[in-house]
């Protein structure tokens, strides 16, 4: 088995008249589908947030590492005050907002040359498109992985689409979820967020608490919790069979 770090559920990605290209910088890793080919605009976008990001943490090199809220700083870049402020909303530290926030801020800059665009951070999602999108959900090696989607309506968009997982990727968790997938405008506190409920999970049972401890969170609009052959649903969502 391929590890799950080489990102092989792209080959799967298709969009229709969309035009998909890929674009590194350092540890942002991004796939984007747009309107047109925006490769360059893309990584314009990337630099712009990397060196907001970059610049603070050389003079607040804290802020790299906290786990817990971080203090408001007025005069901190737009990018770090929109992930300390996600992150405080959940109760984590900075750090497990950043590739939503990313997303976001890549996306809305490039909503301002196309009219559709995906941008995929690590799976994590900046979704706005004229049409009703399925979104695959990946779940390790659980049984359940790959067999449901959630569809995503035109009316819902744009959204952000984030997950976190105690047994796949690199992030952080202090839970056992093998994906938690979460809902909301703000890419940024659907991150966060995702990492935070799933810090709470730590047995199966916690399944049935997941959708009480998401109600306590201002603008998710829905989620879905796995845990091996297992799964929990809340909100605004419509799950499809892939």
Request: with cysteine.
């Amino acid at each position: 088995m391929r590890p799950y770090g080489e990102r092989t559920y792209r080959e799967r990605i298709r969009v229709k008249d969309l035009v998909s290209f890929r674009v590194v910088v350092k540890e942002t890793d991004l796939w984007v589908s747009a309107g047109r080919d925006l490769e360059k605009e893309t990584r314009d976008l990337v630099l712009d947030c990397r060196h907001q990001l970059e610049t603070y943490i050389r003079s607040h090199p804290e802020f790299a590492t906290a786990l817990l809220p971080y203090k408001e700083d007025p005069l901190a870049p737009a990018l770090v005050r929109e992930m300390i402020e996600a992150s405080r909303e959940v109760g984590v530290g900075p750090m497990a907002s950043v590739a939503g926030a990313i997303a976001q801020n890549v996306g809305g800059g490039l909503l301002k040359l196309t009219d559709q665009v995906i941008v995929e951070n690590g799976g994590d999602i900046f979704l706005k498109a004229s049409r009703d999108v399925t979104v695959s959900i990946f779940a390790g090696s659980s049984p359940l992985s790959e067999k449901l989607g959630l569809l995503i309506h035109v009316p819902q968009m744009p959204l952000g689409i984030c997950s976190s997982s105690g047994t796949v990727g690199h992030s952080l968790s202090r839970g056992i979820t093998d994906v938690v997938c979460l809902l909301s405008s703000s890419a940024a506190l659907a991150d966060g967020a995702a990492t935070a409920l799933g810090n709470r999970v730590k047995r199966k049972t916690d399944l049935e608490r997941v959708a009480e401890w998401a109600g306590l969170i201002d603008g998710i609009v829905g989620g879905v919790v796995i845990v091996k052959d297992r799964m929990a649903t809340w909100g605004d969502i419509e799950l499809v069979g892939l």
